[in-house]
């Protein structure tokens, strides 16, 4: 009898294995670009911009998108508050409608909606190109407001047209706002040039008529590419398809390459020195989380005493934000390892000189996530400012409320694969430029 059920289990298991690598197979697979806000190939490249003023620039927008995150996590739900930040750090393209027309956009892992502007625009923000007219689209159909579609957007953000199609309203805590009409259309992804391409033929997007970007001052940004944890979001959309998987690997801004965006089984991470951890959504907020439970520095530890989720992982933040207890614990360890006078330079208020003559020996440092554990090279945390005088790029919460995020340089040279339906964030050191 004892063999008779080990045989069922094994065959069962064996099924298993094979019906997960069937789905592995057919999952599609593509990648995307994504441009760094300060990269040569951006638009907001300003050459004429020192290092120093760049990494200060990035660090005050890191500070902003903060305070917008902790708005968003506190539960307001009023349309005249917070809604989703806008802020991002990453640029990615893509075209929509029959004929295909090219968007730019903010590519935002802290976003729900993908949307752009739309005639006939009532008020719109420039932009160099037209802005996209659904009536030249022979595949623009309205979301009508009584649809499951419409539904899924938040509470109070949605509405019905005169016409029965659904409206809705984004607002943002920088007077930023976009409002219009849903609707469904195809988006493509990748090189319409080189031919390596996908198509989604009915991908929900907000079409703008009333839009601001109060924090954007180039006119090739057209819109907004939501990569959270909503409904909503071209990854939630994908779905299926993807496999629920998403993956990204972060070059430095000085780069002349783009960083890559993956998809479904391009997203998967296939190599041995991979570790992971619990990803932990909730239903009123776009983010993703973790929880972080300690960090190591040399031979000792700072621990957090926290299990439920206590940092955002977040792409659209430069720097890495810590509960302030916590970062004071931090900070003594670093001065200790490191043994030089620490001196501030705002924003950043850990930094020292490390000079011709000087032998400091930066200490090893891990991030102790649930299950995971991820080293960080002083690339991922240090940013060299000027006149040898370097700044830890992690910054204390303001107030006990302020919501700790996990930023995008602590994330470079990593493959990192959010897998949603397994719910769990993997981290993989990996050289980006090959990757």
């Excluded at 640029?91 to 752009?116: C, H, K, N, Q």
């Excluded at 625009?121 to 932009?127: E, G, I, L, N, W």
């Excluded at 659904?134 to 579609?149: A, L, W, Y």
Aim: hydrophobic content about 35%; aromatic content about 10%.
């Amino acid at each position: 009898m004892r063999a008779f059920v080990f045989c069922v289990l094994v065959i069962l298991c064996s099924l298993s294995v094979v019906s997960i690598a069937e789905t592995n197979r057919n999952l599609l697979s593509f990648s995307v670009d994504l441009i760094h806000h300060d990269s040569p190939l951006s638009p907001f490249y300003n050459s004429s911009m020192t290092s120093s003023e760049l990494i200060k620039n990035a660090a005050l927008r890191s500070i902003s998108r903060s305070n917008l995150v902790h708005l968003l996590m506190d539960g307001k739900e009023s349309i005249e508050t917070i809604i989703i930040p806008i802020i991002g750090e990453y640029l990615m393209r893509f075209y929509i409608g029959t004929p295909p027309v090219e968007r730019l956009a903010i590519a935002d892992t802290g976003s729900d909606l993908i949307w752009v502007q739309c005639s006939p625009c009532k008020k719109c923000f420039d932009q160099d190109t037209p802005v996209f007219n659904p009536n030249k689209s022979s595949t623009f159909m309205s979301v009508p407001c009584d649809s499951q579609s419409c539904s899924l957007l938040p509470k109070h953000q949605h509405g019905c047209g005169n016409s029965g199609e659904c409206q809705y309203i984004y607002a943002y805590a920088d007077k930023s706002f976009t409002f219009g009409e849903l609707g469904v259309d195809a988006i493509n992804f990748g090189s319409m040039d080189e031919g390596h391409s996908v198509t989604f033929n009915k991908s929900i997007f907000g079409c703008g008529i009333y839009n601001n970007f109060t924090s954007l001052k180039d006119e090739k940004v057209t819109g907004l590419v939501g990569l959270g944890a909503g409904p909503l979001s071209l990854v939630s959309q994908l779905g299926d398809q993807i496999g629920h998987k998403f993956s990204y690997c972060l070059l430095p801004y000085t780069s002349n390459s783009t960083s890559k965006l993956k998809f479904g089984k391009e997203a998967m991470i296939t190599t041995n020195e991979v570790v992971s951890t619990p990803l932990i959504t909730k239903p009123s907020s776009p983010f993703y989380i973790l929880n972080l439970e300690g960090i190591t520095v040399g031979q000792k530890k700072v621990q957090t005493n926290q299990y439920d989720g206590n940092i955002i992982i977040d792409s659209g933040t430069t720097l890495t934000i810590l509960e302030a207890s916590l970062y004071n614990n931090f900070k003594t360890l670093m001065k200790e390892a490191i043994g030089v006078e620490v001196e501030q330079h705002p924003p950043f208020n850990f930094c020292f000189k490390n000079g011709a003559g000087m032998n400091i020996s930066f200490p090893h440092i891990e991030f102790q996530f649930s299950g995971a554990s991820v080293p960080l090279s002083s690339e991922n945390l240090l940013f060299e400012i000027d006149n040898n005088l370097f700044c830890l790029a992690i910054i204390p919460t303001n107030d006990e409320r302020q919501d700790p995020i996990f930023g995008n340089l602590a994330q470079i040279d990593f493959q990192v694969e959010y897998d949603l339906e397994g719910k769990k964030v993997s981290f993989a050191p990996t050289d980006c430029t090959k990757n």
